[in-house]
């Protein structure tokens, strides 16, 4: 079982398909569709009881938390943007990958198109304790960026932007969630710490199959 925003044309693809990330993931509705999961259940005898799924997540997520920082520029209207990946994924469904090893659900997608921007949310954060926090959440592309690539950029309604530009190669993990932590200021500019974590939301969803969801 899948979710994803590509086209299937037949019960199980046999060839990769198309999912794209939106370019916009201000609201739930972008950001959720953006998503890929999949999901295999093996050697299930006929049966009328639920059969449970767990689902991974394929792709990326990244976690953008903003802080007002020297001279406390004013962060409301801010524009965030991702800059420099791919936003469509190549993915192709294996029936005898094991689910649970990461790196066998990561080789079933790659990335593919030509890079754009995704516009993420910006709302700000008094500080980063784990009491205060927001995260601004996009769902990105699994791929390698190169040192030097121009990641993040925050635009002030002022019209002043910021960039923050990779010191090194960095890999967008399928499976992991990349956090970056900014502090803005003026006029130095942008600050960011890094740090990256499992993607693993937990919880049980019931569900009803749709054909495009069930394989």
Request: glycine share 6%; proline share 5%.
């Amino acid at each position: 079982a899948l979710h994803t925003n590509g086209s299937l044309t037949e019960a199980f693809p046999t060839s990769a398909v198309a999912h794209a990330v939106a370019a916009d993931q201000r609201t739930e509705a972008d950001y959720y569709d953006s998503d890929l999961l999949y999901a295999t259940s093996k050697n299930v005898v006929k049966t009328t009881s639920a059969v449970p799924l767990t689902f991974y997540h394929l792709l990326s997520k990244v976690r953008v938390a903003l802080v007002s920082g020297e001279l406390s520029p004013d962060l409301a209207g801010a524009k965030v943007l991702l800059l420099g990946t791919k936003l469509t994924a190549d993915f192709t469904p294996s029936k005898t990958a094991d689910m649970t090893v990461r790196e066998e659900r990561a080789a079933m997608v790659a990335a593919s198109g030509a890079a754009a921007a995704i516009t993420v949310g910006n709302e700000p954060s008094p500080d980063f304790t784990a009491a205060n926090v927001k995260y601004n959440d996009a769902v990105a592309v699994p791929q390698t960026l190169a040192a030097g690539t121009t990641f993040l950029s925050v635009e002030l309604a002022s019209g002043r932007t910021m960039t923050y530009e990779l010191p090194d190669d960095m890999t967008l993990e399928s499976g992991k969630y990349h956090i970056f932590e900014v502090t803005v200021n003026l006029p130095t500019g942008l600050t960011v710490t890094t740090r990256i974590a499992d993607w693993d939301d937990g919880g049980t969803t019931p569900v009803k199959p749709t054909n495009t969801s069930q394989l």
